[in-house]
């Protein structure tokens, strides 16, 4: 088990966009992953999303807990996806910790096509992202924490060399929740 806190900002893009923000970034790499989500038996619960990541052979359960301020990820690495692996006993142990439901169920998974470029202050990700009947763009910065003021205004910069509004995207996850069940 690792954790890290997460500390992003991200905005949706329009097609044209997200190929003009790639086609300017020539050196990013391309990474595809599959997020296979699942959600807690007994209710959507908005403290904690449970996610099981895929890229290429490799497979790593995430959950991910609202705090002050970012998310806490709190990561095991697994063999597959399968639901099965909410039950090992350090998962299990995890959960008992935070008082988390410790019955989920797989609810669907999000495919993604991530361009990506690193800097000194964390990681630009440029998604596209396919779930459901839905397909949308995103623009990410992932960043070093320790770097957190610096990033937030490269962040900016990026946005308005393009000329793109800084409007604050839902998660993958919550984008997915919204359409799976027809929330807002």
Known sequence: ???????????????????????????????????????????????IAARIRQIGSRFELTFKIKQEKGKLEVNFDVPNNSVEHFKRNDVQQFLNEHQFNSEWKYIGELHTTRYTIQDK??????????????????????????????AYKRYLEILNQFSIKNIKAKAKFHRFIITKFGLD
């Open 121 to 150: 202050y964390g990681e630009l990700c440029i998604d596209h992202n396919r779930y459901l009947d839905q397909e949308d763009y995103e623009l990410e910065y992932e960043v070093n924490n320790e770097f957190e003021e610096f």
């Open 1 to 47: 088990m690792n954790t890290n806190l997460e500390i992003e900002y991200k905005t949706l893009l329009s097609k044209e966009e997200h190929n003009q923000i790639l086609n300017f970034f020539e050196d990013a790499q391309m990474i595809e992953q599959t997020n296979y989500y699942y959600q807690s038996k007994n209710s959507l619960n908005k403290k």
